[in-house]
């Protein structure tokens, strides 16, 4: 069964220049790359810092653009494959998209996220489609980005393409930590899949995200979690737990065996 060795970069929230998120990226997959990683994973809209909208539409990028070219490059340099949440302009709309490059820069997939939560990106972006699956180094991969990964629907729509590995960019605040600490484990283990979830860091003077990015097992056990400031962590991923999971309890398998239709819902006077 194929190994996958993944690196999250839980990044200090800023809103960076280019130049800035470039070179901030680029220590971190030299790290990753020292490390023996073959995948790292940044935050939601690394690229532009969240929760500005005239700092993200200023950010914003256009598929080729020299800036995503220049970050395929240190992809290809470090040998290092990459999931960089970014501000995607296309067509004149403004997408929260996860943009991934295998570790020869080429870009492999390029998700748009589904569900806006809040003012600031319903204001700012339209909204994406369902996720598809991408191969990385022989492991059947799919992106969804924060808030997609609070609907079991769309979890499971990854899971029926086939995903053993879901990698999820996030901007999560810390009021909202349940989700990394009981919604992420239980999507892992419902959809029998690895879970990559990256947050950003949190600390005495930024308080406001999570900072509790981690790598949950097809059994919904944490691997790996971060604790907190600017981190780098890693998991090893084997699909073989992906199996071993299944052979237990294959609930993909099973909902076939059921006929469940939507009822009235009652009304109580």
């Not at 997609?148 to 979890?155: G, M």
Request: glycine content about 6%; proline content about 5%; hydrophobic content about 45%.
């Amino acid at each position: 069964m194929p190994l996958l060795n993944l690196a999250l970069f839980q990044a200090r929230p800023a809103f960076r220049s280019a130049n800035e998120a470039l070179s901030d990226l680029d220590l971190a997959m030299a790290r990753a790359a020292a490390a023996g990683a073959n995948l790292l994973v940044t935050p939601e809209l690394y690229y532009s810092g969240y929760g500005r909208a005239d700092t993200v539409r200023a950010a914003a990028q256009v598929q080729g653009s020299p800036s995503l070219r220049a970050v395929a490059g240190l992809a290809a340099r470090h040998g290092v494959g990459l999931v960089l949440g970014y501000p995607e302009i296309s067509g004149g709309l403004l997408y929260n998209s996860a943009a991934v490059f295998d570790s020869d820069g080429r870009l492999i997939c390029n998700y748009r996220k589904v569900a806006l939560p809040n003012d600031f990106e319903r204001d700012c972006f339209n909204p994406g489609t369902e996720p598809e699956v991408f191969e990385f180094e022989g492991i059947r991969c799919s992106v969804l980005i924060c808030y997609d990964i609070e609907f079991p629907e769309l979890a499971r729509r990854s899971a029926q393409l086939g995903t053993e590995l879901l990698l999820v960019p996030t901007a999560l605040r810390a009021k909202w930590r349940f989700v990394s600490d009981a919604i992420v484990p239980s999507r892992a283990y419902e959809n029998a899949m690895f879970i990559g979830y990256c947050d950003f860091a949190t600390d005495e003077t930024n308080s406001q995200f999570s900072g509790t990015s981690s790598v949950c097992a097809p059994d919904g056990q944490h691997l790996c979690r971060a604790a907190g400031p600017e981190d780098l962590i890693f998991a090893t991923i084997d699909t073989a737990a992906v199996q071993s999971r299944k052979s237990d309890f294959d609930f993909l398998q099973d909902l076939k065996r059921f006929d469940i239709k939507a009822k009235p819902i009652a009304r109580i006077a």
